[in-house]
């Protein structure tokens, strides 16, 4: 469900502040610094980065590829290693039955149990690669919003965590309260009764 | 400005009216819903809307869907003290056509249909193609940014109480 899919999801952002100049420089050492790494070849579960849109498995950030019109347009990846557990149960169950015979003992301690284990899910992970998830967003600096391209609560706030760190400027979610705070144009009697405010009684 | 989680918590009643009042404004003054500058388009209910009725011990929800939904029960359920929670619209402007389902409590919009563009087969195509589905999207953000303004500005006003909320109290006992 990326940007140009025929149906999108949507979160809107307000983006607090802007970069200093230049910002396309700092765009592009904030993208270069925070980009995906590859997590095949070794042992971590998960790994998050910024990768580009047109090419999301090959991230490049050279020239102005994160740039179209007055927009920053690039992605957000999440690559996540799920190892189902019926595997890690047959691979526990011959690692165990191994260590048994090799030891001559009858049972072993829940400490060398759970090393075995360990162990059983760090090989495992090595073997097994790694799924990506690729969310876009749509960046317009001038305008401070940000949209991204998801509803999901947990790459929302890789995103928000991911921004803050690259860039240094924080993600605001829009919904009611930020809405009305942010594009109400409250005048200060109407903010006063804004934050007052409680549900009405419509059919009482 | 309160916490972020905090404020989500304590405000998301507004969401809920506003997505009722849309509703209402949609059914019996659509004038309202047309900004005074600029050119718009019209906006009617889709294929779902949800209900819930939170009282103290327990909350009930009711999904309505289908292409051509039948509200009957949807305002039984408002007359019952419910609110709208989540609504599918449809946004019509120079015959091009948006749809989406909006939630109340976040804001947040699903399954958006912006109006049909042509094929992407090139990376010059792929660049109009950002530029035209931004420029679509933003349309229709900022039609939902005016109705929610113009929302707040009624739910603020003593007019909500005095006028809005009368009229809606007739509306939905038919």
Known sequence: MGFLSASTSLTRYRVEGKLENPVMENIYTGLRRNAISDIDDNAAEKGIGWTAFHDPFVPTFEGSSFTIGTYFLFSLRIDKKTIPSKVIQKYYAIELYKKLKASGKEFLSRGEKKMIKEHVINLLTLRIPATPNIYDLLWNHEAESLWFFTNLKNPCEELETLFLTSFHLKLIRLFPYTMTEFQGELSSEEYDTFTRLSPSKLME | ?174
Do not use: C
């Open chain 2, 1 to 174: 400005m309160l916490d972020i989680a905090v404020a989500y918590n304590r405000y998301k009643f507004i969401g809920y009216e506003f997505l009722s009042w849309l509703w209402f404004a949609m059914e019996q003054s659509p004038g309202s819903l047309v900004p005074d500058a600029g050119e718009y388009g019209s906006i009617t209910i889709g294929n779902r809307m949800v209900l819930e009725n939170v009282t103290k011990d327990k909350t009930e929800s009711i999904t309505i869907k289908g292409d051509d939904i039948n509200l009957d029960a949807a305002l039984l359920s408002l007359k019952n003290g419910a609110l709208v929670t989540e609504i599918n619209l449809v946004y019509k402007f120079n015959e091009q056509e948006w749809q989406f389902t909006l939630k109340g409590e976040s804001f947040s919009i699903t399954n958006l249909k912006t109006p049909q563009r042509g094929p992407v087969d090139t990376l010059e195509d792929t660049e109009g193609a950002v530029l035209e589905k931004a420029y679509l999207l933003e349309q229709i953000l900022q039609y939902l940014d005016f109705l929610y303004k113009a929302f707040i500005k009624l739910r603020l006003s003593p007019a909500w109480k005095e006028t809005l909320v009368p009229e809606l109290k007739k509306w939905v006992s038919g």
